[in-house]
């Protein structure tokens, strides 16, 4: 049972295009979702979070877009660069739910 | 800055052998996670653990012990390795819980042959 849908598997974007990736989720009760980056044979790590209580959280060229009513979220990537090129999860929890992750978006910046 | 240390880094096994992956924090992080990571599935919770001496089941714990003696560290282990437990394993620790940030260790790339 997969709580939170991930969408596209995989994205090939131009250098200094948008990049953009998509997650869905069913439970209600998430109030926390966080992005995490992993670049080959490294863990991920954590790029940027929000919780529901904002639209949109903003850090550098990374920004997240959330919509409770339809309850998506989604990444963009601004200006993306080569450097870029990682697999990118999304994320989330809530309530007596444990963190679980969608299934991951591999991104390649072509320069 | 050693933050998530995981040992080893790669292991092949046959079916039926047992292991121990071990997994070392020094940020004097509360929890602890193991998490394996497959292709199209995302990250997985096998088990995690609160606080020293504690641990409890994940999404995905059939075939896996844990233990928690010292709280940096965490240990995971194989009874019976099967080939479905080929995967990468990732161990992870945050400081007071998983709606925080979690800090992944580096990986062990796990055969099942």
């Known amino acids: 049972q997969q709580q939170v849908k991930q969408s596209p598997q995989s994205l090939i974007v131009q250098k200094g295009g948008i990049s953009i990736i998509n997650c869905a989720y069913e439970n209600t009760a998430f109030d926390y979702f966080p992005w995490y980056q992993q670049f080959p044979g490294k863990g991920p790590a954590l790029l940027i979070a929000i919780r529901p209580d904002v639209s949109e959280k903003k850090e550098g060229r990374f920004t997240i877009s959330f919509n409770k009513s339809a309850k998506q979220f989604s990444l963009h990537i601004m200006d993306s660069q080569p450097g870029d090129s990682a697999t990118y999860f999304c994320a989330a929890i809530g309530g007596a739910q444990k963190l679980v992750f969608g299934q991951g978006t591999r991104l390649t910046i072509n320069p | 800055n050693a933050g998530v240390t995981q040992t080893p880094k790669f292991r092949i096994l046959k079916i039926g052998q047992s292991m121990t992956l071990q997994c070392t924090q020094d940020m004097n992080h509360n929890y602890m996670y193991w998490y394996r990571q497959d292709p199209g599935m995302g990250l997985r919770l096998i088990h995690y653990?609160?606080?020293?001496?504690?641990?409890a089941k994940g999404e995905v714990p059939d075939g896996y012990n844990v233990s928690r003696l010292k709280k940096q560290n965490f240990l995971l282990g194989l009874e019976s390795a099967a080939p479905s437990q080929t995967s990468v394993y990732f161990c992870a620790s945050s400081l007071g819980g998983p709606n925080e940030k979690l800090f992944f260790g580096s990986g062990t790339q796990l055969s099942v042959l």
């Open positions: 653990s609160v606080g020293e001496g504690t641990t």
